[in-house]
C-alpha cells in the first residue's frame, strides 16, 4: 500500500526558456507537464505544470545504476524498494511569466535549475531564475546540464566550466552540476541518486492549522455535461502546515471582487471538502507536502482559468490578515536581473508601481512612501500577509517586469 502514499516532497525545475525543464519532468515522472492549448501549441510552459513520481531503489544493481522511477528492475526482473514519492512543480522560463514562476517558487521545498549544454551560460532567465530562488529562500539546488546529445565533448566542458563562473558567488556556488539528456535519459539514474542525497523531505508541522497556497484552480466539467452531473470547483496547491480531511469547512481568502456603494472590496468565500487528491489518488486526508487538488462544492465558474490563484486556504478564522497596504522592509539588487544589459537599480521613487509576489499571489503596489530601508504600498489587489513574510520586488524594465530585489513583511 505504500504506492498510495501522498507526494511528500516539491521539487521545482526552473530555468531558460526551451533549456528542457518540461521534457525533464517527462524522463523523470513519465508525465508531459504542460498541458495548456496555448502550451502545446507554442511548445513552451505558461502555466505551472506538475507532474508525480516515485523514487525507487534495486536491491541488487549497485548505485548510481540502482535508482530508478520503474516498479520492476529491467536488469535483474525484480521489484525494486519504493523510496518517497515527489511533485514536481515546472514553472515557465520565458521572460515575460516571470510572475508565475515566482508565485510556483512558493510551494518549492528544493529546485533543479536546468542549464543547456547548447547555449552560452547564463542566458537571462538562467540568471533571473537564480535569483529568484535565492529570494524565496531556496537553498537546495541541484543543476543540470541538460542536452548534453546536441554538443560535442569539448562544448561541453566548456559549457560546463561557464556554469561554474556563474554560479561562483551565488547561493548555488556548491550544488553539483549533473550532465544529463533528458530526451534518452541518460544520467537519469545518478540525478535521482543526487535529488535523494540534496534534496531531503523538510520537516512539516501538522499540528498547525492547515494553510494552502493556491497555484492553480479548475472548472474539471466538460461541455454539455448534464445539470446533475456537474462537479464543484477543484483547488491545485500545496499545504505547507496542518492537514486537511474530506468534509472540512474550509476559507479562501482574500476571496472575491465585491463592488457595492461605489466601493470596492474582497471577501473570503466559504465552502467544504467534497474529496482531496494525492499522487493520483482519492484520499481521505492529506498534509504538507507534494502537489494536492481539493475538490470543492464552489460554483466553477469561481475556479476555471485559474480564478483563484493567488488566495490561501485554511481553516476559519486562522488565516493571516486581508492587506491592502503593505509595508516592507526591502533590499534592492546591484543590477536588475533578465536583461542581457543588466541595468543598475535605482532607488525606489513615490508613486511608481511595482509587481510584488507574496506566497503564490502576485500584485500590483503603488509606492506611498519610501523611508531608508522601508516602503510602504497601496496594492491594487489585497493579499492574505502576516509579518515576516517574503516578497518579491519587481520593476517594469524595457517593457517587461524585472527582479530588482526583496523583502518582507512588517
Known amino acids: 500500500m505504500v504506492e498510495y502514499k501522498q507526494p511528500e516532497c516539491n521539487i521545482g525545475l526552473t530555468g531558460h526558456v526551451d533549456h528542457g525543464k518540461t521534457t525533464l519532468v517527462a524522463a523523470l515522472s513519465g508525465v508531459w507537464a504542460a498541458r495548456h492549448s496555448e502550451e502545446l501549441k507554442r511548445g513552451i510552459t505558461i502555466k505551472l505544470g506538475y507532474a508525480d513520481t516515485t523514487f525507487r531503489r534495486c536491491p541488487e544493481c549497485p548505485p548510481p545504476e540502482c535508482f530508478t522511477t520503474k516498479e520492476i528492475c529491467p536488469i535483474h526482473n525484480i521489484p525494486t524498494i519504493f523510496l518517497r514519492k515527489i511533485s514536481f512543480v515546472d514553472a515557465p522560463g520565458h521572460e515575460s511569466l516571470m510572475a508565475t514562476m515566482l508565485s ?166 466559504y465552502t467544504y471538502v467534497s474529496s482531496l487528491m494525492a499522487g493520483g489518488h482519492f484520499l481521505e486526508e492529506v498534509g504538507p507536502g507534494g502537489l494536492i487538488g481539493v475538490g470543492t462544492y464552489l460554483d466553477p465558474t469561481i475556479t476555471k482559468a485559474d480564478g483563484l490563484v493567488g488566495n490561501i486556504v485554511g481553516k476559519p478564522g486562522t488565516l493571516p490578515p486581508i492587506q491592502d497596504n503593505l509595508t516592507i522592509k526591502f533590499s534592492l539588487l546591484e543590477r536588475a536581473v533578465g536583461t542581457k544589459e543588466l541595468h543598475r537599480v535605482e532607488q525606489l521613487k513615490p508613486r511608481e508601481n511595482l509587481m510584488l509576489v507574496v506566497g503564490s499571489a502576485v500584485t500590483l503596489g503603488t509606492v506611498a512612501s519610501v523611508h531608508r530601508d522601508e516602503v510602504n504600498l497601496i496594492l491594487k489587489r489585497p493579499v492574505c500577509a502576516e509579518s515576516g513574510m517574503r516578497v518579491a520586488i519587481s520593476r517594469m524594465i524595457t517593457g517587461r517586469w524585472r527582479l530588482i530585489g526583496y523583502g518582507y513583511v512588517q
Open 104 to 269: 510556483g517558487a512558493a510551494l518549492m521545498d528544493g529546485a533543479i535549475l536546468v542549464i543547456a549544454a547548447n547555449e552560452e551560460c547564463p542566458q537571462p532567465q538562467t540568471r533571473e531564475h537564480l535569483v529568484a530562488l535565492e529570494i524565496i529562500g531556496i537553498k537546495n539546488i541541484v543543476i543540470v546540464q541538460n542536452k548534453i546529445d546536441a554538443v560535442d565533448k569539448q562544448k561541453a566542458i566548456e559549457n560546463y566550466n561557464q556554469i561554474l563562473s556563474f554560479i561562483k558567488g551565488t547561493i548555488a556556488e556548491n550544488a553539483p552540476i549533473i550532465p544529463i539528456s533528458s530526451i534518452y535519459g541518460t544520467n537519469i539514474d545518478y540525478l535521482i541518486q543526487v535529488l535523494e542525497d540534496r534534496i531531503k523531505t523538510p520537516p512539516r508541522d501538522s499540528s498547525k492549522p492547515a494553510r494552502m497556497y493556491i497555484a492553480r484552480s479548475f472548472d474539471i466539467n466538460k461541455p454539455g455535461i448534464r445539470p446533475m452531473d456537474l462537479k464543484g470547483g477543484v483547488l491545485g496547491g500545496s499545504l505547507i502546515q496542518g492537514r486537511l480531511r474530506v468534509g472540512d469547512e474550509i476559507e479562501i481568502s482574500p476571496g472575491l471582487k465585491v463592488e457595492q456603494g461605489g466601493k470596492v472590496y474582497y471577501e473570503p468565500i
